[in-house]
């Protein structure tokens, strides 16, 4: 194998599991604002699970976090949570690091 071959394989490899970090990344802050959401519903317990289960769900609709964003609010909405966009803009962003940073420790 040539010396590039040897890299191209290498940088597909690194391409790979790059990608699959940042997928399990979001996955994880989406089912930490899952978790964060069924408290001020006033979920507990395996009612919670579920719904921090539906939130990581929510994100497989389309790409981005807007999916995920629009189903959390309307939740929250829908329960008369008083939680503005930003709260939860803002959120999503603190827990992105907090995934980030509890898998790759």
């Known amino acids: ?3 590039f071959d040897e890299r191209k394989s290498a940088e597909e490899a690194k391409y790979a599991h790059d990608s699959e ?3 399990k990344i979001t996955a994880r802050r989406n089912k930490l604002l ?3 959401a069924a408290g001020l519903l006033g ?3 395996e009612a ?3 719904y921090a289960k539906s939130i990581v769900m929510a994100d ?3 790409a981005g976090d807007e999916d995920v964003y629009r ?3 309307a939740d929250l909405d829908a329960k008369r949570a008083d939680v ?3 709260q939860i803009r803002r959120e999503m962003e603190e827990l992105l690091e907090v995934a980030r940073q509890q898998l790759t420790a």
């Open 1 to 3: 194998m040539s010396q």
């Open 21 to 23: 970090l940042s997928f």
């Open 34 to 36: 899952g978790a964060w």
């Open 43 to 45: 979920l507990e317990g």
């Open 48 to 50: 919670a699970e579920d």
């Open 60 to 62: 497989f609709e389309e």
């Open 71 to 73: 189903k959390v609010k």
């Open 84 to 86: 503005s966009e930003h």
